[in-house]
């Protein structure tokens, strides 16, 4: 009969740390990305920043803090999971993985809707796309787009400089 060796116990508090790290990052990223479009849009600024790719991150953040509760449960703590348990870190997991994947197209669906009925128009220039992260600007005025072009040109060329 084999028994299965565990961990160290600075390693399992190590890699909960790591977790707890991740979690409370990708959150952070998506309260304050979310805040900053809210104040914007309740400004009526002259430009509307949305950070799409920062909307993954809650479902990023709510799946890694049920992998993180779990590691501090039967990591550190050394409890095993009922049925009950399990059954409801897998319907969080799952939960997350929805939110993760759904969540930033209603919210970019809806800032659009937004933006078209109040007259502000989507600043291509401006615009920045890598893989699925995504930062899209809305203006309500030429003048702004122009200027957002111009920065995001300069910021480059200073960038390969």
Same mark, same amino acid.
């Given at each position: 009969?084999?028994?299965?060796q565990q961990? %160290?116990?600075?390693a399992?508090?190590?890699?909960?740390s790591f977790?707890?790290?991740?979690?409370?990052a990708?959150?952070?990223w998506f309260?304050l990305?979310?805040?900053?479009?809210?104040?914007?849009i309740?400004?009526?600024a002259?430009?509307?920043?949305?950070?799409?790719g920062?909307?993954y991150?809650? &479902?990023?953040?709510? &799946?890694l803090l049920?992998l993180t509760?779990?590691?501090i449960i039967?990591?550190?703590? &050394?409890?095993?999971?009922t049925?009950?348990?399990e059954?409801?870190?897998k319907?969080?997991i799952?939960a997350?993985l929805?939110v993760a994947?759904?969540?930033?197209?209603v919210v970019?669906?809806a800032?659009?809707?937004?933006?078209?009925?109040?007259?502000?128009?989507?600043?291509d220039?401006? $615009?920045?796309?890598?893989?699925?992260? %995504?930062?899209?600007?809305?203006?309500? $005025?030429?003048?702004s787009c122009?200027?957002?072009?111009?920065?995001?040109?300069?910021? $480059?060329?200073?960038?390969?400089?």
């Amino acid at each position: 009969m084999q028994t299965e060796q565990q961990s %160290s116990p600075m390693a399992r508090f190590l890699s909960v740390s790591f977790f707890l790290v991740l979690t409370i990052a990708s959150l952070a990223w998506f309260f304050l990305s979310i805040t900053n479009l809210i104040s914007q849009i309740r400004l009526d600024a002259p430009i509307i920043g949305f950070d799409k790719g920062s909307v993954y991150m809650l &479902g990023i953040g709510l &799946g890694l803090l049920v992998l993180t509760a779990g590691g501090i449960i039967q990591g550190i703590l &050394g409890k095993s999971l009922t049925p009950a348990k399990e059954s409801l870190f897998k319907k969080g997991i799952g939960a997350s993985l929805v939110v993760a994947f759904l969540l930033p197209h209603v919210v970019h669906y809806a800032v659009t809707k937004y933006t078209d009925e109040k007259d502000y128009r989507i600043c291509d220039g401006a $615009n920045y796309h890598w893989f699925l992260y %995504s930062k899209f600007y809305f203006t309500n $005025n030429e003048t702004s787009c122009d200027a957002l072009i111009r920065e995001k040109h300069t910021s $480059n060329h200073q960038n390969q400089s």
